[in-house]
């Protein structure tokens, strides 16, 4: 690889983030990657991509890159400065598409914990909460998760589900009372971009990121993966992505 | 009914909708009245300790900074806390004044997780109950709406759901299972806005977060305004009033009064503050030496914004505020 | 009784109406007689009346009288344009003092018909409906009924409950789920100012309007009237008013 | 649970949110692209036979009368309406095309009763549920919050509730008896707002009556607008988008779109016209003429206001109208 092509993981996994935004879906964008990958996918293949904030701005141009989910960059030449309640209900009524998520822990239905290592009332790790994940991993129709792959992330049970992947398995959403249709579609991770199989909604690998293997990605997830039938490779970063990204999207490096 | 599943609480604050209306009834002046005070009168004459108090946006934007430190120089505590609330909230479990929180989200966005809120609820002496962020919000709407609970349709299925005080219920329609969550009503909200007549009507510039909502929802409601503009000029444009006077206890003339949060429009945040906040709370004693430092050690808003750098740096994040 | 004080009923009724608002109170407003009232009152001695539209305006100056209780006169000047779920949504807070109703009949706990005679489906008269009544009956903390007295208007038996006055006595209010402490406070008609005895929520005569008598009152009711111990007299229109009404609030007099 | 009412219905239209949340998702484009088209079009593509439709506002003030009479002239019909209009429902119900009508109230406000509405539905040719105002704003805000019912405490006690679709329910958290009211999606929802861009970002001026909770219940929303604007006139004021672009499906250019209703700051309503209105109807064959005269007489929203005195009558009324 080019010297001027050497990325950071921070950069493979925005660029892996941007990929998977669909042009003209509405997004539920939190701070961090998700706010570079939304801002590097407006300028690639999706330009009428519609961020969302959950405090309110929706659509915004993403010139400068907002620092927080309500900070005035949310809402720069928006169609839309609303307010919670808005855009959360916009979601419960099926508006939006897709919805950004991290977390410290992801089991193999997609579930997250960002709330708590260890008991509850007196945790080993307290972490700051769901905020608006729980809302959006129950509203949003598909929720990309973003996280780096390792064994205290990909665990066999979470200490803590703050936000609604599969739960249990098939039909466990429904029968929770979530809305049919709706749940975990991607996980982008440093070494893989997993799936979820449809009839178990189980975790699957569907492509690995550039130098990674199988039995890495392996390794570092604590419960059995399935591997989609055709596993490909995803695409290290593009040159004029890496460019955007450095040049235009966060050219004082603020976040990779 | 019997499968129908409840989260284990317990519920910090409800109050029975009927009792709110009437001390909503007999407590808020209807008319059009002055509430023009200072934030260290109206701090004082209307909060309490072993009360519920919240504050309102997030993320160090629109933050009501200049009445949470003084709420902090009076030392009002124990307090309960609607949970949202990033510089606000965390100053306030700095200085030890919080018992109770229902949390959705504590930290520092992209910066991570608050230290301080880690020690408080590693140490147990905080305690939490949880809930997502737009289950809180529309706790405050249930409120705001008169009514003594919302069905909603998160939280179902999660811990979130099991460690908060929502109960699940079959919608009498169609069956299908909700989430039911209690409305939330403060003993004392506090807001900051971009500006308000001296009666309480109040405008806010770019997205209103749960203004609207918690500002209906609190029995006291403390307003600071970056600028008290006359009646008229509400007045001419009645549609901006998202804020209206009835609601409001008290208005406090505060310039600045984000800081070191940004205010849409107007100021950006104070980033390199912000930054030496957050490394100065790594440390317990660390956070106490801030708070001596930047609340106790300051009088009031104005000798806050002072010592930060006064109306020169000022001046540098009005320039650095995003335009329209 | 001189020349310059002679007055129509409704201007007797429009007088009696503005004298039971409140100096610094929120009310409920419909349009005609209330809207009258409403500006009466503010002119005499209830200068911060809060006048309240259900479609979203609070506190205009009334300078010119609205003609629709969502026209743009019921916010001019105002401090608040909202919504109707903003403004029914403060009554429901408790927010809201007072209700101004009307109706084709009521009867003697106070409920009120705006909705048919004779069978709902099929109905003699179909009159236009609730509108804001029921939800102003149930939400406000005291309405008053503003109607001309007659038989065929206070019935022993409602042909359609539009409207929660205290339904079938005591406590039943608050059994049917209605708020405690709310309920209807008076009536205004040209011959009586009514109100309702208080162990019983039956109505009951307050005051005479002038040159009306208790039998006159008893002939137009169609159900048995209690009369209070201090029955008295509503002094007529006086000069002031009168000029008021005709000079300033309504001088096209579009309504009297 | 046994002693809680349910009101005698029929429940005209009660859609199961998932159904609408599957729909909005399949039918409704998220990315900014124009809707910008005629009122013929935008009946025509739109609106059906059998459907449920609503208008907003009330009384003759910002009312969508221009697409109104459009729906008349393209005679679509039978359909059920969410009822609260003057002007709008009673034409509707006059030209013969509404089936059942979700009333609350449906008068001519000081003019007194509504002669259509009493021959429609004493010759029993149209059938009523009854509702509060309220409730049915209610209603709508349930759909646009995503719910299949909200819980309120209107209607509670009265032959109103007894013949309405609501039912009793009790609150899980506090026991108290409340009203619980279905979700109203409609078919189609018509709106005159003040200005839009092509897309459909609407904001109006004054007060915002049930356009907010109606535009977001609705699966098909019309908006017509007194004047299109720049989409950067939106986006430097992003705070007055009552209306955002993706729940809009069509964008009519309507310059006195209102009339003979008024547009609040801009005319004043047409008194001469409704009065005129209100005596021609006091007859079904004056409500026929009146029809024939001023609906299918005219070709469309320009002819109509050239018939009505054109720009001469528009600045008679704009210099009646209220000032800020």
């Not at chain 1, 972490?127 to 990909?154: E, Y």
């Not at chain 2, 039911?180 to 770019?206: K, T, Y």
């Not at chain 2, 800081?259 to 106490?288: C, F, N, S």
Request: hydrophobic fraction near 40%; charged fraction near 25%; glycine fraction near 10%.
């Amino acid at each position: 690889m080019a010297a001027k092509e050497a990325y950071n993981k921070s950069e493979m996994l925005i660029c892996s983030a941007a990929r998977q935004m669909e042009d003209g879906a509405i997004c539920f964008i939190g701070t961090g990657i998700p706010m570079l990958a939304a801002a590097l996918a407006k300028r690639t293949h999706a330009p009428r991509l519609v961020a969302a904030f959950e405090f309110g701005g929706m659509g915004p141009d993403l010139e400068r890159l907002p620092v927080a989910v309500g900070d005035s960059r949310t809402f720069h030449r928006a169609p839309v400065a609303g307010s919670i309640c808005d855009l959360m209900e916009a979601a419960a009524r099926g508006m939006v598409e897709y919805g950004f998520l991290g977390g410290a822990q992801i089991d193999m239905f997609g579930n997250l914990n960002a709330t708590v290592i260890g008991d509850h009332d007196k945790p080993k790790v307290r972490f700051p909460g769901s905020g608006g994940a729980n809302d959006i991993g129950s509203l949003c129709w598909r929720t990309i998760a973003v996280m780096r792959h390792g064994k205290q992330r990909f665990v066999p049970r979470l200490d803590f589900l703050t936000t609604a992947g599969y739960l249990t398995g098939p039909g466990a959403r429904e029968r929770a009372g979530l809305a049919p249709g709706a749940g975990p579609f991607r996980v982008v991770t440093d070494l893989a971009i997993l799936g979820y199989e449809p009839a178990s909604c189980r975790m699957q690998v569907l492509k690995l990121q550039p130098g990674a293997t199988l039995e890495a990605v392996r390794a570092e997830t604590g419960f059995e993966l399935l591997v989609a039938a055709d596993l490909a490779d995803n695409p290290p970063p593009t040159a004029e992505e890496l460019r955007l990204l450095r040049e235009e999207i966060d050219p004082e490096h603020l976040y990779t | 009914m019997a499968e129908l599943k409840s989260g284990r609480g317990p519920l910090i604050r409800m109050l029975p909708p009927d009792e709110v209306r009437a001390w909503m009834r007999a407590n808020k002046p209807k008319g059009q009245v002055s509430k023009l005070m200072t934030e260290r009168e109206a701090i004082a004459k209307f909060v309490r300790p072993e009360q519920y108090v919240g504050v309102e946006l997030y993320g160090g934007v629109r933050c009501p900074m200049s009445l949470v430190r003084e709420l902090v120089r009076q030392r009002i505590g124990p307090l309960d806390l609607a949970g949202q609330g990033v510089l606000e909230n965390d100053m306030l479990i700095a200085a030890g004044l919080v018992r109770r929180l229902d949390i959705t989200y504590h930290g520092y966005e992209v910066y991570g997780t608050s230290p301080i809120l880690r020690r408080a609820c590693e140490s147990g002496k905080v305690q939490t109950v949880e809930w997502s962020n737009a289950a809180l919000a529309w706790r405050f709407k249930a409120a705001a709406m008169g009514l003594p609970f919302l069905p909603v349709r998160s939280m179902l299925g999660t811990g979130t759901f099991d460690y908060s005080g929502a109960k699940e219920i079959l919608c009498p329609f169609t069956g299908v299972k909700l989430c039911a969550i209690p409305a939330l009503h403060l003993d004392v909200g506090l807001i900051h806005v971009h500006r308000a007549d001296e009666f309480g009507n109040c405008q806010i510039d770019g997205i209103t977060g749960f203004a609207a909502e918690m500002a209906r929802a609190s029995k006291r409601l403390i307003v600071s305004a970056e600028e008290i503009v006359p009646h008229l000029e509400i007045q001419k444009a009645p549609d901006r009033t998202l804020i209206p006077y009835f609601i409001v206890d008290a208005v406090v003339h505060a310039p600045g009064g984000s800081l070191p949060g940004e205010m849409p429009y107007l100021y950006w945040r104070d980033d390199a503050h912000i930054k030496a906040y957050m490394e100065a709370v790594q440390t317990e004693e660390g956070a106490q030496r801030y708070l001596q430092e930047w609340v106790h050690g300051t009088r009031d808003h104005t000798d806050f914004v002072k010592k930060l750098g006064g109306e020169k740096r000022l001046a540098e994040l009005r320039a650095e505020a995003t335009t329209r």
